[in-house]
């Protein structure tokens, strides 16, 4: 049972290129989100998605997008990178909607130069 | 402007003592908290919750406490042991998705 995986795990890329951020989870879960945690401060939450087909806005949603298809798979897309989106980023789950997120992925590093 | 804050960046703990993180929060509309354990390179793990209508919560060797009139809550953890060190986040929200995470706390418990 794998969880919250993500995927890639390191990305380094140059302003303005694009890149997409996948999450997949296999516990069924209804809600997804999508957060970012850069140094000193706590997660903030970018998008939330409460099922297959919706997602709304979190604290920072400025520069992303998501797409979420199907139950299992939650993405994130950054369409022109910027320094400012250097951060780690967390994909989580949870069953229920609006529910804690109770199940977190290991992370992805994106640094942008 | 931080709705939730963690004002100790770090604590340090001897084996077997009780560890006391803490929480402050500004926002009188919160009514649900959680805490997350986070390991390096790892996502984080939930620990537990408080609903506003409590103000003790256990689990095992986890007890958080709730003071609504001053904002404020902690986790108590006894006995503390050196698999307990990590970074400890507090979370709220006012009943949506949106929790609202704290900065964290490194907690190092010392063997």
């Known amino acids: ?113 | 402007d931080q709705q939730v804050k963690q004002n100790s960046p770090s604590l340090s703990v001897q084996e077997g003592r009780i560890s006391i993180l803490n929480c402050d929060y500004t926002n009188s509309m919160f009514d649900y908290f959680l805490w997350y354990k986070k390991y390096p390179a790892e996502g984080p793990t939930f620990l537990i919750s408080i609903s506003s209508i409590k103000d003790k919560n256990e689990d095992g060797r986890f007890t958080v406490f709730l003071n609504k009139s001053a904002k404020h809550l902690s986790l108590h953890i006894v006995p503390s042991q050196p698999g307990d060190s990590a970074v400890y986040f507090c979370a709220a929200t006012s009943g949506t998705y949106k929790y609202i995470f704290g900065t964290g706390t490194r907690l190092k418990v010392l063997a």
């Open chain 1, 1 to 113: 049972n794998a969880g919250v995986t993500q995927n890639p795990k390191f990305q380094v890329l140059k302003t303005g290129q694009s890149m997409t951020l996948q999450c997949a989870q296999d516990m069924n879960h209804n809600s997804m989100y999508w957060y970012r945690q850069d140094p000193g401060m706590g997660l903030r939450l970018i998008y939330y998605s409460a099922s297959e087909g919706t997602t709304d806005k979190g604290e920072v949603p400025n520069g992303y997008n998501v797409s979420r298809l199907n139950k299992r798979e939650f993405s994130l897309r950054l369409e022109s990178a910027a320094p400012s989106q250097t951060s780690v980023y967390f994909c989580a789950s949870c069953p229920g909607a609006g529910a804690l997120p109770s199940n977190f992925g290991e992370g992805s590093w994106l640094t942008v130069v």
